[in-house]
């Protein structure tokens, strides 16, 4: 923590994380069928979500007051599978009547504690939803307890708290607030209730130096139903944008009401697509998958289109797996809403695969009107056997509709990504950039543009993260090896910088 803002302890600099928050995991709600590994895995694939709140009923029926062992193993099965994920997770202590069951709570996250306090990503959510109680003389005394139970055990993982109110008296509480280090407030709302006055409590919060973490948000009312306020929900989005503060939306389920992210009888075992996606669901990914600012590559899943015409999808078989969009005919197109942080150049990669020649694929806005980039899609053997093509476009700065068309089909497409142009030197195609084998298991082999020359190699994940540096001093040959054993399997981008040009491409890790 560094005033109200929640950083990180490697570079002291502000986190802001997107993510999802799972349904209650009562049995017999439904929302349990979700928390499992492949979920959280096509949440960290096709959404980009960097955090998932694990919402652990605890005193309603079917919760963990009534069977603590069935309950915790859920817990457990998705917390491990964000950390092999590489995801932040918040276990979420989820009830409106926390302090009437105080004792089992403090056992609950020593457990955890215990298990999970050396795993900087784990954060302990200790009290959902505080109904409409004393902050002094209810909530606070039970939080201050937990989270000293939690500190005997665990110096430093976040610990997040309710507040009064559903909470959104997040003001009484930073007036207030608990002793001990690294604790934030959770601030709940639901776009269509929630408006300007919930944001000026948010603000006083924060001018009382306190961290906020909408741990809890949705796009409709209240209650789960209603209209989706989608301008509304703009709002709050530019309001933690603004601020730096990082969010989980409610709910990732497929109960039949508006807040749930996920069309009725979606199956937890299925390749999904934005089809099975509610219109709750499509808003709220738009804003998670480009939450994260864009110093490295945005990644856009091809099948997170908003509207298409004449596509299908299939399940691919490239790294990470998941869908891919394909049946692409002359005339075909996909319109995806996207962020783009600031106006400039910016180096556009798509993942094909063809087994034919002479397809085009073209970006462009404005229905088609505005032609931005065409590129012609090579003979990759196969339908499955996928390569990285790139072009640079100039894009205008916000959030704005981008579409993908087909003037030639016969090809398919698995992501595409957008990444700000260095304006300092020249970004080199993927073409100049040799680099291979591609996937690869222990060393990668590069070609330089300008051996003789020193270069730094700089490895990227998927989340923008540099995991690896190696720096190639001016004696280096032609060719030179990079080293990537360790590297959790996954997407990379390798960054060459060779004097004034900087050259960039993907490969994959297996």
């Not at 269509?192 to 796009?219: I, P, Y």
């Not at 003979?379 to 916000?398: D, F, K, M, R, Y």
Request: net charge neutral; aromatic share 10%; with cysteine.
């Amino acid at each position: 923590m560094k005033g109200n803002k929640i950083v990180s302890k490697t570079t002291g600099l502000p986190v802001r994380l997107a993510g999802n928050s799972l349904f209650w995991s009562n049995k017999g709600w439904g929302g349990e069928k979700y928390y499992k590994a492949n979920v959280v895995g096509w949440l960290k694939n096709n959404w980009n979500a960097s955090v998932v709140r694990v919402a652990m009923g605890v005193d309603d029926a079917g919760g963990y007051i009534e069977d603590p062992a069935r309950e915790k193993a859920k817990v457990i099965a998705v917390v491990d599978a964000c950390i092999a994920a590489g995801l932040y997770v918040i276990i979420d202590w989820h009830s409106h009547h926390a302090e009437d069951y105080k004792a089992q709570s403090i056992a609950f996250f020593k457990a955890m504690a215990t298990k999970y306090g050396k795993t900087p990503n784990v954060m302990y959510e200790i009290y959902n939803e505080p109904k409409q109680v004393s902050w002094p003389n209810v909530v606070k005394p039970y939080a201050q307890d937990v989270a000293d139970a939690i500190r005997t055990i665990d110096p430093d993982n976040l610990i997040i708290v309710g507040s009064p109110n559903w909470s959104q008296d997040v003001d009484v509480a930073a007036a207030d607030k608990l002793t001990g280090t690294n604790i934030a407030y959770t601030l709940h709302f639901y776009a269509a209730t929630h408006k300007q006055s919930l944001r000026d409590k948010a603000q006083k919060a924060l001018d009382l130096n306190v961290a906020l973490f909408v741990t809890e948000w949705g796009t409709c009312e209240a209650s789960g139903n209603g209209a989706i306020d989608a301008a509304s929900t703009k709002e709050w989005m530019d309001f933690m944008r603004t601020n730096q503060i990082s969010h989980c939306n409610w709910a990732l389920n497929d109960k039949a009401e508006a807040a749930s992210a996920l069309v009725t009888g979606t199956d937890p075992t299925a390749a999904w697509s934005n089809d099975f996606l509610t219109a709750s669901g499509r808003l709220a990914k738009g804003y998670i998958q480009n939450w994260t600012p864009s110093s490295t590559a945005t990644k856009v899943e091809a099948e997170s289109y908003h509207v298409m015409s004449g596509v299908q999808t299939q399940a691919t078989s490239d790294t990470g797996g998941g869908l891919n969009v394909g049946w692409l005919d002359p005339g075909d197109w996909m319109a995806y809403t996207v962020n783009v942080p600031t106006a400039g150049t910016y180096t556009i990669q798509y993942r094909v695969a063809s087994p034919n020649t002479g397809g085009k694929l073209r970006l462009e806005q404005n229905a088609g009107t505005t032609q931005l980039a065409t590129i012609t899609v090579p003979n990759t053997g196969g339908w499955q056997n996928w390569t990285t093509i790139t072009n640079t476009v100039t894009l205008n700065a916000g959030v704005q509709d981008i579409a993908i068309s087909a003037p030639v089909g016969d090809y398919n497409i698995n992501w595409w990504s957008f990444t700000k142009t260095t304006t300092a030197a020249r970004t080199a195609s993927t073409a100049e950039l040799q680099l291979y084998p591609n996937p690869v298991q222990n060393q990668l082999q590069l070609t330089l543009a300008q051996p003789g020359s020193a270069a730094s190699v700089q490895i990227i994940n998927a989340y923008g993260k540099q995991v690896r540096t190696q720096q190639l001093s001016a004696s280096t040959a032609t060719d030179a090896t990079i080293a990537v054993e360790g590297l959790e399997p996954g997407v990379y981008t390798l960054r060459l910088v060779e004097g004034d040009r900087i050259t960039s491409t993907r490969f994959v890790k297996e």
